[in-house]
Nanobody, 119 residues
Framework: QVQLVESGGGSVQAGGSLRLSCAASVYTIRSYCMDWFRQAPGKERERVASIDPNGRTTYADSVKGRFTVSKDNAKNTLYLQMNSLKPEDTAMYYC?????????????WGQGTQVAVSS
């Protein structure tokens, strides 16, 4: 079984930072593409960032330069460091993963963690 559990969400002021974590119940996430998605009420779900099995990262244009995705393979944990947060970043953030390569949609999803950014 593959389970993903997000943590680290909360409420912050614009310009602040949050670090999201995603704990994966797998033997190792080394072989997985891991993603962060977000969805705000009334808006489409969007992929925020991904890191593939080779370590290559991709970001949505809206977060480039502000967000950093990383992982600790030994801890089976994915991270999303979010800096210079904007009210537009307010959303439910979801961790996702796919075995072997990045898939659309991903194979596995977490339950989400809420991020609220106030102005």
């Amino acid at each position: 079984q593959v389970q993903l559990v997000e943590s680290g969400g909360g409420s912050v002021q614009a310009g602040g930072s949050l670090r999201l974590s995603c704990a994966a119940s797998v033997y190792t996430i080394r072989s997985y593409c891991m993603d962060w998605f977000r969805q705000a009420p009334g808006k489409e779900r969007e992929r925020v960032a991904s890191i593939d099995p080779n370590g290559r990262t991709t970001y949505a244009d809206s977060v480039k330069g502000r967000f950093t995705v990383s992982k600790d393979n030994a801890k089976n944990t994915l991270y999303l460091q979010m800096n210079s947060l904007k009210p537009e970043d307010t959303a439910m953030y979801y961790c996702a993963g796919s075995f072997g390569y990045c898939k659309r949609p991903p194979d596995y999803w977490g339950q989400g963690t809420q991020v609220a950014v106030s102005s």
